[in-house]
C-alpha cells in the first residue's frame, strides 16, 4: 500500500479526494493523509514516516507549497512530490521544479491525468526505494548513489561496500529512432538536440508506465529492461505503445522529419552487474550476455515501424499477441540463422 499526503487548504478536498479514489482505498491501493497547510504538513510527516508521495497546492496559509516540496526534499529525498494549483503559469512550473517538485498539475483537477501523474511518480518512487534496498543488501559502491540519498545508509556500510553481480531472467528492448542520423545533416545542432530529448521522454515515460527501466540512452537508440513476473509482455505492450505514440508526433524540423521507431526484443538469462572501471569510478549498473546481444542485433535487422521478437519468444506471448512471421535472418556471431517474428499488435 502506498501512502499519500495531501496538502491544500481547500476544505472539500478530501472528500474529493476520498471519493475519486474510494476503490484503490477499500483495496488498500492508497491511503491518504491530509494537511490543511505546509506547517501542518511536516507534522503529518513526521507522524508517517513511510509516505512516498506528496500533493501539494502552492498558496497556502503559514507555509505555501513552494517551500513546503523545499523543506521536505532536506527531510526526504526519496518522497516525490506533485505540485496541483490554479497558478499555471511558466514562472510557477520552473519555480516548483528547480525546487524538486516531480510534476506539475493544473487546478480544477482532472483526476483521470491526476491517477496517471500519481502511478507515474509511485513507480518512480519505488524504483528509488529498491535501489537503496539493493545497496544495503548487495553493497553497490558509493559512486553509483546521490549524496542525499546515502545519509539513509549506514556509513559503515558503504566504506565496506563491493561489487555484486547475478545471474537474473528478464526482457531486454532496443528501442531505435529510425532515420534520426539524416535530420542531424540538416538542422542546427540544439534543435537536434531539443528533438531527441523530447522523444526520449515519449519513449521513457512508456517504458516507465510499463514496469521497465532505462538501462542506458545509445546515440538515438534506448535500451530498456523489464523484470518481474510478466516482463516480456510488459516489454511488448510498452513496445506497441510507444511505436504508436511516437508516430502520433508532429512532423519536425525544415526537413519536415516524422519520427518511427525499429524495435528489438529478446527474453531470458542475463548478467546482471556492475560493467566498467572502477579505476576511473566510471561503471554502470547494466545487463549483458547473449540474449542483450541477441537483442541488439535482432533491432538491427527490424525494420521502420517493426517491432521484432526471435522464435523463442513467440510461444510465450502467442496467446496474448498477434505475430507474423518474418523469416531466418543471419545475425553477427550466431552459427546459424535465426527465425524472427513481427509483432503486429
Known sequence: MTKILVA?????????IKQKFRKQIREQQYEFVFAMNGREALEKLKDHPDIALLLSDINMPEMDGLTLITKIKEINPILKSVIISAYGDMENIRTAMNRGAFDFLTKPVNFEDLEITMEKTIRYVKQLQETVMAIRENKILRMYVDESVLQFMNQKEIEESILANESIVATVAFIDITGFTKITECEPADEVVKLLNRYFDVISKEIIRHGGYIDKFIGDEVMAVFKGEHHLDQAIEASLDIRQAIENLPEAGTSHYHPKVSIGINSGEMISGNIGSAGIKRLDYTVIGDVVNTAKR???????GEIIIPESCVEKIKESFKVRKVGEVTLKNKAKPVSVFQVLD
Do not use: F, H, N, T
Not at 535482432?298 to 521502420?304: L, N
Open 298 to 304: 535482432i533491432q538491427a535487422v527490424a525494420r521502420e
Open 8 to 16: 491544500d487548504d481547500e476544505a472539500d478536498l478530501e472528500s474529493l
